[in-house]
Each structure stands twice: as C-alpha cells, then as structure tokens.
C-alpha cells in the first residue's frame, strides 16, 4: 500500500517539473526553431527550408555581428578571470576572518543592484556631459569635455564590471575549501612563490575557474543593457540585433534564427569548456549560493 | 620571504582599488539624485530631496512621477506573483530530486539547471514564440482570443518564472539534503500522518530556505531586464520604463532617485535573505 | 499473551538477506535486548517492528493481533531513535506533547500529561527549555518521554547510548533499568555493546547475519553459550585453536595448532578430527600448575592494571597471547618470567571453528 502511495506522490512531484520543463524551456526552443525555419512567402504562406541560416551567413553586418560579440566575450571573460582572481585569492585566503565576510559580502552587493542601475551609473560618470569629464576639465588636464562613451573599450570595462563578480563567487568558494596546509607544504619543499602558485594553486581551483569562465561567458553574451548602453547604436551587439528583428522590424524569422545561433554558439562553447576540463553543468553551474 | 611585506601592500593596493572599481557606478548612480541640478553630473549644487518629493517641474521627483511609480508598482506585484510561484515550484523540485529515484534522474536534473544557462533573451523570444503560436492557431481554428498569450504582464510572469524556478529549486534542495530524515520516522511513530510531518516538521525546518528563495527571486525578477524586455506589452515594469526613459526622452536625476531606491530595497532584502539562512534559531 | 512477537520474520534486499527466519516472544514488562555485531540485521528487524520497512515474510504481533498491515503512524510502538530525532524546531514541552497532539488529545489536557511524563523521567519543569540547551543524558530522558507518554505497548530502543561518553553511558544503563521499572512497559533494545545488554535485559537475544544464535537470560548465555559465535561475542574470551585428538565423554583431548595437548568440554556435537576453538574466560584460568586440562607454558609478556579488571598477558610457547585475571593483584609474577597456564575443563567450550576464525 505505501508503494502505492510512494507512486502516486513521485507522479504528483514529477507533473511540476515536467510542465515547466516541457512547456516553457522545451517547447519554446522548438518554437524558435521552427520559426527560425521558416520564410513567408505571402500571406499566410510559409516554406521550409534553411534560407534563413543562408540570409544570415551571406549578410555581412549578421556575421559580424555575432563574431564581434563573440571575441569581444571571450575577452571579458579573460580580463574577468585575470582580474578576478586575485581579488578571489585574496578573499580566500589573505583577509581576515571578519573581513572575509564583509568583502565577500561588499562583492555581493553590486551584483543584487539591477544591471540597469549599473549601466546607468557608469553613464553618468563617462559620458561627455558626465563626471569624469567635468571633473577633468575643471581641473584643468583637458581643454573640453570629451565623450568616453560609445566606443569599445567602454563596452569591455562595463562587461567587465557587470561579470567579474560571477567570476569571483565560485572562485572564492572554490578557494576557501583549499587547505592551507597544501600552501605550506608546497613551500617548505622548496617551490618558489610561482612554482606554488603554478602547480598548487592553479589546479586546485579549476573547477572554479572552469565555473567562474562558464558563467561569465554565458552572461557577457547574452547581455544586452551594458553593450547596448554604453555603445550606442553602432554598439553591433548580437542579442540587440535579436531584439531589433523581433520588435522594431517585427521579422520574426530573423529574429527566431538570430536566437537559434546564439543558443547553439553559447552552448557549443560552454559544451567545449565543460568537456576540456572534465566538468558537468551539476558540479560547475549549480553549485550555487 | 624578503620583499613580501612589500608585495603584500601592492596587493592590498589593489584590491582597495578594485573595490573602488565596484562602487564607483554605484556612487555616481546614487550621489546625484540629491544633488539640486537638473542635471546628474558635477558640479554639486547642494543637497536637496526634490528629486524624491517634489512636484513641479521641470524637477518632476519620484513619488510624483506617474509612469516610473505604475512601474515599480507593476514591478512589485509581478516579483510577488512570479516569487511565489517559483518557490512553490521549486519545493516540489527539491522534494522531486533529493526523497525520490526514478529513471535517467541526473538527465532531468541538468535540465533543470538548463534554464540559467540560457541566455535571458532567449527564454524571452522563444516563450513569445510559443505563446502567439497557440494564441493564432487558436484563434483562426476556434475563434478564441486569447489576450493573455500575446505580450504582456502573464507573460513576463511564465518568461521570469521559467527560469527563476531553478534557482529557487537549487537553494531550498541545499536545505532539504541537510534534512535528517529519521525526524520524520520519528513523527510518523509518535502517530502523525503524513500529511502532518510535512507540515508541522518538515516545512518548519525548510522555512528559511523558502523565505530566502522568495527573496531572491522576488529580487531577480524586480531587476529583470532582458526577458522582460522581449514578452513586455502595454503594462511596463520599472527596468523597462527606467530604460525608455534613459534611450527616448532623455534623463533627469529622477533616474538617480529611482537607482537609490532600487539599491537601498535590493541591499536590504539581500542582506534578509542571507541572514535568514543564517538564523541559528531555526537550525 | 506476549507484548511483542516476531513468527518467522525475514527481510530481502534484493539478493541479500538482512533478516533470516526470527522469531521472538516477548513477555510483558520485561526488557529484552537484540544484541548483534554492526550488520547483522537488528536495525532492520526493529524497523521491521515499527513499521519503516515490510517484512519479506512472516508476521509480527502486538498484544497478539498482527500489525503487518498497519502503517507505521498507527502502531503502538513508540521509538527511541539513535540519534533521538528530538524536533529541534520545537521546545521540550511540544516535542513531547506533539504525539498527543496527534492522537487528538483534550488541548487542556496536554500540558498536565507532560508536566507528570517529566517528573516520571526525573526532569521536572524543563518544559520551555530548548532542545540544544540539555545536556546528553538529558535529551535521552526527553526522548524517552516523548515516547512513553503515549503509553505504547512496547517501546523500542535503537542503540541509543551510543553518543554518550564513557561515564554517563555507564550511569544511563542504572537509569534506564529503573525508568523500564517505573513505567512497567516492555522495552526492546538493540545495541551491539554487550555489556549494556547484559547489564540491563532479562532476556537477551544474540543475532548474527540475519539469525538469532541464541535466546536466554544474560546469565545463561554468558554461562553456557550456545556457539562459538556467542561465546566469543557475549563476555571476554580467549580462543585456543586446534583439532580434536579424542572424545571421551562430554570432554576431548584437543591438539591445538601451536603444540600441545589440553582438554576442554565439549559444548556441541563436534567429533575427532574436526577443526575446533576452545573458549576459556580470562577468570577461569589460573596461573601455575595443573587444573585437570594438562598445562601449557609459556613467558609472561606484560601485566595490565585496570582496577578490578587487571590482566596478566602471557605469551604461549605456541605463540598465542592469552589474558589472565588478575582481579586482586595478588599475583607474584613479573614480566618474563617463565610460567604455565591451565584451566578446570569444565569451566572451558569447544566449538567448531567460526568462519573466517
């Protein structure tokens, strides 16, 4: 009797799940796939076929478009990891334990305040009427105020600044696990500092860093305020572009295969990442807070 | 190690100044809306709260702005629904993979994880997709029209829904696994039914990872941006409206009066949230 | 009518069988005890009996009327977990009210029941006390409560001195013989510790790998086991291995591996040629002499003071280590010296060597 009942609680449990899963995460991406392979002819009338994917690979703006975001993402994710992690290892293992929880806690802040908040932040403070320029000119270093928005370097710091954070989170957590015992040992048979950091430390936070790169690359490219915002409208963003096929153009076939191929480009990549270093989605992604 | 003392300065020197890093957006977003200008930039003319409370223009403050107060409003009762369905959702998730076994378990678990792996524009088109795919073949084969799958607040609803329910999944299972089970057994033997363990012992021990799990989620969806954007229609969340306001009409430092509220509500429900999980009381 | 009765209870993992054929009867108002190495099935025959797992076959009895069919929330006996599962959400009062509360008890009536259950265990007042605020032996009584003021038929212990140090396991065995006698109910108790079965039960059950090897009073397994099993496990003993040279009688003449020739009783139906251990106490060994079993010898390897439990260790000239009471140290030996070993035989087991012995 309680075999039954244990079936009959694991269906009840099982139909929540199975209806998110199904109807807002599986379906839809069908829908964009059918969609993105589809072509109106005329009214009410569709063909089949991939001349969508053909429209895209011919049409150089698309292309580049999703290459610029591309390299411009692994680039964040580069700086991320490069700045972020001595901050990470500093966190973990250098401050002290009252200050570990303030900073780490200073570190979560930022990261509660919506994306927009920040975007607009840094708005005030680099464009031309902003602060820094104010500041420069009145303090005399420059003649006029300059504009230090809408070009790329811009965009990477915001990048940047909105992802480092993911990278910094499973980095400390990572890190905070590492015995400092290993540290010391490493030292004391005879490994200089680099050696230690080579060879110990390096490989003890993989699985951070693979998680920390996964996220942070996932974000950049699917983020849209900061490109956007801070790199105006000739910002080429791949996630704008899918926004403008959909809503201002109202061309769904576009837009619907404009989102296919950034699903497929960011999954491949994550698939690749998690594959070269030997982790999963469970042991990396959802080791959450 | 000679020369470590010295490393070790240029290393807090550097940490200092990345947390200078971090808080500088946040400063300048916050700084200027009290700042009597009209404009969010230096030079400080003085501190005012105008740009909360005032009522004339051209110093329209927040509390008299009709559009951005519907959008936190909108904001606000959407988080609320969206938080409480997740939560809901994601302890049936939690009790789903943590008490049961069932076939191709670890398959279904990294679907559920999927979610945050998609970009947020992603999960807003293709819900959009799906939806006015139902919403037209129900209208040209039964005549229904079926306002609540064109773009609006039922769709931001399942958009933000869709893939806050992981992360709350993740958050209340970490507290389930921690669950000894024989307080249980032990319920069940001093003769309550199972309806009453659940209730009277399991889900007092859950408490703080469902409050918690509200929270974030409640916050989540509160500075959503790129899913709502794409499943947004006539009622507009304050992102959005925060948004058209920065690209279209041009801002005043109403703007930075909405970025103090939303960093002081983010800052205090976040610190709720992280406290409550602490709480050694219900441990 | 027996409290409790177990007809043929057996339980099966798939390919593994946990619990092999038991039976027991347990009287009213007795403490009984199921005491077994790591593994050997009790916990599951007691979730068995609590109703946490299905019996494979057989039927289990409460008061006579089988309970087989009765899920675990609606059965009248109530348990002690190992780790005393107190609801840490709640207060002493609620966790010991919460079983009434189920039952649907009169809500005026809640607090003068839990306020008597206290002062039964000898805890009163402690009502709003949280959970993490007692102390070890505290929370056992707490526990213990919780069960009894339900006024089970039987109440089930599983191990639950455990966790406890030396000195207050020591006190919580006196304390829970007198709580079994207070109450006037049948206590089942499983534990792997011997001594906590003997000190307590009137009636103890040895079980090994799925089978009970032995039902009987503490005194009588200890006295006259009915295998090497028990006689291994129930007391200290020393184990002497060796081949059976001749029969005469209730006693042999046993070879033992190392040289020697020694006689022993014979306490099951082995025969010449068998392979055999012979159980020997530590207090039934004397130093010195021939004590009717032919002597062995052998250098004293160290002396070991532990109060009234003081051991002389000599090393055979077979190799062997055994152990000799020395409960008065009055003996007059030290280290290396030369000496024999023997016993009266009837105060000595032989039984077939155990697998893997």
Redesign the interface.
């Known amino acids: ?2 075999r039954d ?1 244990g079936r009959l ?2 269906i009840l ?2 139909a ?2 199975a209806l ?2 199904g ?3 599986i ?3 069908i ?2 796939g059918y ?1 993105s392979l589809r072509e109106k002819v005329g009214i009410n009338e569709y063909e089949f076929g991939f001349k969508n994917y053909a429209d895209f690979a011919q049409a150089a703006v698309y292309r580049n478009t999703l290459f610029r975001t591309a390299w411009i993402s692994i680039l964040v994710t580069m700086l991320a990891l490069v ?1 972020g992690f ?2 990470s290892y ?1 966190i973990a293992k ?1 401050a002290r334990e009252r200050s570990r929880a303030a ?1 780490f ?6 990261l ?7 975007a ?6 680099l464009r031309e ?3 820094v320029s ?2 420069l000119v ?1 303090m005399g270093v420059i003649n006029e105020p300059i504009e230090m928005l809408y070009n790329d370097v811009t965009v990477i710091i915001g990048l940047v ?1 909105t992802v480092i ?1 993911f990278m910094i989170v499973p980095l400390v957590s990572t890190m905070q696990g590492m015995d400092d015992s290993l540290l010391e040992a490493g030292f004391n048979l005879g490994g200089s ?1 680099l050696t230690v950091f080579r060879r110990i430390v390096v490989p003890y936070a993989m699985p951070g860093i693979v998680a920390g790169c996964i996220i942070v690359f ?1 974000i950049t ?5 900061t490109p956007v ?1 801070l790199g105006g409208k000739n910002s080429s963003w791949f ?1 704008e572009q ?2 403008n096929q ?2 201002t153009r109202y061309n ?1 076939e576009a ?2 295969t404009f ?1 296919v191929l ?2 497929l480009f ?2 491949l990549v ?1 698939w690749l990442g998690l594959r070269l270093t030997g982790q ?3 042991t990396t ?2 080791k ?2 | 190690m000679q020369g470590s003392n010295h490393l070790l300065w240029i290393y807090r020197v550097y940490v200092g100044l990345f947390f200078l890093y971090l808080v500088a957006p946040l400063l300048a977003a916050g700084a200027f809306a009290f700042n009597d200008s009209t404009f969010p930039s230096l030079p400080w003319r003085g501190f005012t709260l105008d740009w909360f409370i005032s009522d004339t223009e051209p110093k329209l403050g927040l509390l008299n702005d009709e559009p951005l107060l519907r959008g936190m409003w909108n904001s606000f009762y959407i988080g609320m629904i969206v938080a409480a369905l997740s939560v809901a959702a994601g302890t049936c998730n939690a009790f789903l993979f943590v008490r049961k076994d069932f076939p191709f378990k670890s398959a279904f678990y990294v679907l559920m994880v999927v979610p945050l792996v998609i970009p947020g524009v992603i999960l807003g088109i293709s819900i959009l997709v799906l939806a006015s795919m139902i919403a037209n073949f129900a209208d040209s084969q039964f005549g229904l029209f079926l306002t609540w799958l064109r773009p609006g607040v039922p769709l931001i609803v399942l958009g933000q829904f869709s893939f806050l329910t992981t992360i709350t999944s993740l958050v209340i299972a970490a507290r389930l696994q921690k669950f000894d089970i024989s307080l249980e057994e032990a319920a069940l033997n001093l003769g309550a039914s199972r309806l009453r363990v659940l209730t009277t012992v399991t889900l007092p021990f859950l408490f703080p990872a469902l409050f918690s799990a509200f929270i974030v989620a409640f916050l989540v969806s509160f500075e959503n941006f790129n899913t709502t954007l794409m499943l947004v229609g006539s009622d507009a969340p304050l992102t959005i409206t925060m948004y058209d306001r920065m690209v279209k009409v041009g801002s005043t430092p109403v703007l930075n009066a909405v970025s103090v509220v939303l960093m002081v509500g983010s800052g205090l429900l976040a610190l709720l949230s992280v406290v409550a999980q602490r709480s050694p009381k219900s441990d | 009518m027996n409290d409790l009765s177990c007809v043929g209870v057996t339980k099966k993992f798939g390919d593994f069988t946990a619990v092999r054929n038991v039976s027991l009867e347990v009287p009213p108002g007795s403490f009984f005890s199921i005491l077994g190495p790591s593994g050997c099935g009790k916990t599951t025959l007691m979730r068995m009996i609590a109703g946490f797992e299905t019996p494979s076959a057989g039927d289990i009895r409460i008061k006579g009327e089988s309970v087989i069919n009765l899920a675990p929330n609606k059965r009248n006996v109530k348990m002690v977990f190992q780790h005393l599962a107190l609801f840490p959400m709640m207060n002493v009062g609620e966790n010991i009210a919460y079983g009434l509360r189920c039952q649907g008890e009169q809500k005026s009536e809640i607090p003068e029941k839990v306020r008597k259950v206290l002062d039964r265990v000898g805890l009163p007042g402690v009502e709003d006390k949280r959970i993490e605020q007692l102390s070890g032996g505290q929370k056992q009584r707490i526990a213990i409560a919780r069960c009894m003021v339900l006024q089970p038929d039987v109440l089930l212990l599983d191990e639950p001195l455990g966790a406890l140090d030396l000195k207050l396991r020591e006190h919580m065995k006196i304390e829970l013989k007198q709580l079994q006698e207070r109450f006037e109910t049948t206590f089942l108790y499983i534990t792997h510790d011997q001594s906590e079965a003997l000190v307590m039960s009137d009636q103890v059950a040895v079980m090994n790998a799925g089978g009970f090897e032995q039902i009987g009073s503490p005194r009588a397994l200890y006295d006259d086991p009915v295998s090497g099993f028990v006689a291994g496990f129930v007391g200290d003993a020393n184990v002497l291995p060796g081949t059976i040279d001749e029969v005469r009688g209730g006693e042999a003449r046993v070879i033992l591996d190392g040289g020697g020739a020694v006689l022993a009783r014979l306490a099951d139906d082995s025969n010449t040629g068998d392979r055999v251990e012979i159980f020997v106490r530590p207090e039934a060994l004397r130093i010195g002499g021939d004590n009717g079993s032919g002597s062995l010898s052998g250098k004293v390897d160290s002396l070991l003071f532990n109060g009234a439990a003081s051991r002389i260790l000599v090393r055979l000239d077979t190799g062997q280590l055994v152990e000799v009471a020395d409960g008065d140290q009055a003996s007059e030996v030290s280290a290396h010296d030369a000496v024999t070993v023997s016993w009266q035989p009837d105060r000595s087991r032989i039984f077939v060597r155990r697998p893997g012995a």
């Open positions: 009797m309680s009942a609680s694991l449990l099982f929540p799940f998110w899963i109807l807002l995460i379906l839809p991406q829908g964009i969609i700045l001595p901050i500093y250098i900073l806690l200073m570190c979560l802040i930022p509660w305040v919506s994306d927009l908040v920040r607009y932040g840094w708005i005030v403070l009427t902003g602060v104010t500041a009145s600044y954070l500092r996932m490219a699917g983020s849209y305020l915002l996630t899918i926004y959909f809503i769904w837009g619907a989102g950034l699903l960011t999954s994550v999963s989605l469970a992604v959802a959450d807070t």
